[in-house]
């Protein structure tokens, strides 16, 4: 057996071996996107599928591409897309959907057959004709806790909920829309039981207001978590428990801005040490990949514009060896590479394994059983939901902070769809819990997930 100081220095000279590699290894462009302004606005992926968003400005032109061999041949997506440009692509409930945009509408459309045809239905945000769109907002879908979620209207604006995979929506943006005057809401994520969405208020294209809005209750209901005065507030993404969160200052004032984490959720903010700020954040686990493009016209374009961070921000290193003089547009992790989309030059990628990545982690997504508490805290009983898109086994319990079982509310088959349970904490001691913080625990197919709930009478 090797001694242990002699183990520690190989592991640093692999680390080693490994970072210098990382900052030597070049992008591969793939292969051309048949589109006269190929500017990427979004990259996602259904399966091994992974699709391009474009902002193609034209009706006539291709605004959607896939490609089911890593970009080595792209294809157009777009029949039944007589749009402008796509702005989030998201697999759900077994279908694809895509969120887009044209100049004489736009609006959700869905897929059966992983992009090669869709759907359109001009009312699916239940809004008038020329009103149920979005302008610029990438990425505006979310799948959380068996919902549908789309960022909707006239440059943004209102949130809007399905409960039945698209078929009907409603509006989930009370205590934004009576909060803010002449708002657009920008992005929308979730950790754990809380739902995030970064929304701001202007007139005269001047920002007067930038805020960060919380829901813990799917969308009901929201309150304010960060309040920016003449400054917007845009969420980049979440790792862990982590927030990111990014903030720039209008071009007349001052060219600074700000890059922010909380791992409080929204209680405190750190700055993030980064030598630009980006808009474009993509989280695999600890490691993280950020850019900055022209949509920062705040601040300017920033060409050097890809940065890597192995631990959660704290440090980063230029990584864009081989990328053109263009800025990057989108970044997205797909079949074990880097993909980034540029304004002029198409898509590049990079295997993750130049920067010591093995594995892609996994996202909580709408197939995950999504635990949902509310109340929370709670005095008397709360209400527990989790939803899944497959049928399995289910066990749904609460535990104390030391793993002991204080409550067990099911056991047995689970459907497919959502599943509710009412915790009923009114008798007394010693057939009801103290007073404290505990977690609920639903194990399902395989998986295992926690949310933190507090009894406080």
Same mark, same amino acid.
């Given at each position: 057996?090797?001694?242990?100081?002699?183990?520690?220095?190989?592991?640093?000279?692999?680390?080693?071996?490994?970072?210098?590699?990382?900052?030597?290894?070049?992008?591969?462009?793939?292969?051309?996107?048949?589109?006269?302004?190929?500017?990427?606005?979004?990259?996602?992926?259904?399966?091994?599928?992974?699709?391009?968003?474009?902002?193609?400005?034209?009706?006539?032109?291709?605004?959607?591409?896939?490609?089911?061999?890593?970009?080595?041949?792209?294809?157009?997506?777009?029949?039944?897309?007589?749009?402008?440009?796509?702005?989030?692509?998201?697999?759900?409930?077994?279908?694809?959907?895509?969120?887009?945009?044209?100049?004489?509408?736009?609006?959700?459309?869905?897929?059966?057959?992983?992009?090669?045809?869709?759907?359109?239905?001009?009312?699916?945000?239940?809004?008038?004709?020329?009103?149920?769109?979005?302008?610029?907002?990438?990425?505006?879908?979310?799948?959380?806790?068996?919902?549908?979620?789309?960022?909707? +209207?006239?440059?943004?604006?209102?949130?809007?909920? &399905?409960? %039945? =995979? /698209?078929? $009907? #929506?409603?509006?989930?943006? !009370? *205590?934004?829309?009576?909060?803010?005057?002449?708002?657009?809401?920008?992005?929308?994520?979730?950790?754990?039981?809380?739902?995030?969405?970064?929304?701001?208020?202007?007139?005269?294209?001047?920002?007067?207001?930038?805020?960060?809005?919380?829901?813990?209750?799917?969308?009901?209901?929201?309150?304010?978590?960060?309040?920016?005065?003449?400054?917007?507030?845009?969420?980049?993404?979440?790792?862990?428990?982590?927030?990111?969160?990014?903030?720039?200052?209008?071009?007349?004032?001052?060219?600074?801005?700000?890059?922010?984490?909380?791992?409080?959720?929204?209680?405190?903010?750190?700055?993030?040490?980064?030598?630009?700020?980006?808009?474009?954040?993509?989280?695999?686990?600890?490691?993280?990949?950020?850019?900055?493009?022209?949509?920062?016209?705040?601040? +300017?374009?920033?060409?050097?514009?890809?940065?890597? &961070?192995? %631990? =959660? /921000?704290? $440090? #980063?290193?230029?990584?864009? !060896? *081989?990328?053109?003089?263009?800025?990057?547009?989108?970044?997205?992790?797909?079949?074990?590479?880097?993909?980034?989309?540029?304004?002029?030059?198409?898509?590049?990628?990079?295997?993750?394994?130049?920067?010591?990545?093995?594995?892609?982690?996994?996202?909580?997504?709408?197939?995950?059983?999504?635990?949902?508490?509310?109340?929370?805290?709670?005095?008397?009983?709360?209400?527990?939901?989790?939803?899944?898109?497959?049928?399995?086994?289910?066990?749904?319990?609460?535990?104390?902070?030391?793993?002991?079982?204080?409550?067990?509310?099911?056991?047995?088959?689970?459907?497919?769809?959502?599943?509710?349970?009412?915790?009923?904490?009114?008798?007394?001691?010693?057939?009801?819990?103290?007073?404290?913080?505990?977690?609920?625990?639903?194990?399902?197919?395989?998986?295992?997930?926690?949310?933190?709930?507090?009894?406080?009478?």
């Amino acid at each position: 057996m090797l001694p242990k100081w002699l183990l520690v220095l190989t592991l640093f000279a692999a680390l080693a071996v490994m970072q210098a590699h990382a900052l030597r290894a070049q992008w591969v462009r793939t292969a051309t996107l048949d589109s006269p302004n190929p500017r990427v606005l979004i990259l996602s992926k259904s399966g091994s599928t992974v699709f391009a968003g474009i902002d193609a400005f034209e009706e006539s032109k291709t605004p959607l591409f896939r490609t089911t061999n890593n970009g080595d041949t792209w294809e157009a997506a777009d029949i039944g897309l007589p749009v402008w440009s796509v702005n989030s692509v998201l697999p759900y409930g077994g279908k694809l959907f895509c969120e887009a945009y044209s100049g004489s509408g736009g609006g959700v459309y869905s897929s059966t057959d992983d992009g090669l045809t869709w759907s359109a239905s001009d009312s699916i945000l239940g809004l008038g004709p020329g009103e149920d769109y979005t302008i610029g907002i990438r990425n505006a879908l979310l799948a959380y806790g068996g919902q549908l979620f789309v960022i909707g +209207g006239w440059i943004g604006g209102h949130i809007y909920c &399905s409960t %039945d =995979t /698209g078929l $009907t #929506w409603n509006e989930r943006d !009370s *205590g934004i829309n009576n909060t803010l005057p002449f708002f657009e809401v920008d992005a929308l994520t979730a950790i754990g039981d809380t739902l995030w969405a970064s929304a701001n208020s202007y007139s005269d294209d001047r920002y007067l207001f930038g805020y960060l809005f919380q829901s813990t209750d799917t969308g009901k209901t929201w309150r304010k978590a960060l309040h920016s005065p003449g400054y917007p507030v845009f969420i980049l993404d979440t790792a862990g428990k982590d927030i990111f969160a990014a903030q720039f200052l209008t071009q007349a004032e001052s060219p600074a801005c700000g890059f922010y984490r909380s791992s409080d959720r929204g209680t405190t903010w750190d700055s993030v040490p980064m030598p630009t700020i980006p808009s474009n954040l993509c989280v695999n686990g600890t490691s993280l990949f950020a850019s900055g493009d022209e949509a920062n016209y705040f601040t +300017g374009p920033n060409v050097d514009s890809v940065f890597y &961070s192995n %631990d =959660t /921000g704290t $440090t #980063w290193t230029l990584v864009s !060896s *081989g990328l053109p003089q263009d800025p990057v547009t989108a970044l997205f992790i797909a079949n074990g590479y880097l993909f980034a989309g540029t304004h002029d030059s198409g898509v590049w990628k990079r295997p993750l394994s130049d920067f010591g990545i093995s594995s892609v982690a996994q996202r909580p997504t709408g197939t995950t059983p999504g635990i949902q508490v509310y109340p929370n805290p709670f005095s008397q009983s709360t209400n527990i939901t989790f939803s899944s898109q497959a049928s399995g086994y289910a066990d749904v319990s609460i535990v104390n902070l030391l793993g002991a079982e204080v409550a067990h509310l099911f056991s047995g088959e689970g459907g497919a769809g959502e599943h509710s349970f009412v915790w009923d904490c009114r008798g007394a001691w010693p057939c009801a819990p103290t007073d404290g913080m505990y977690e609920c625990l639903v194990r399902m197919n395989g998986r295992v997930e926690t949310l933190p709930v507090m009894l406080a009478r």
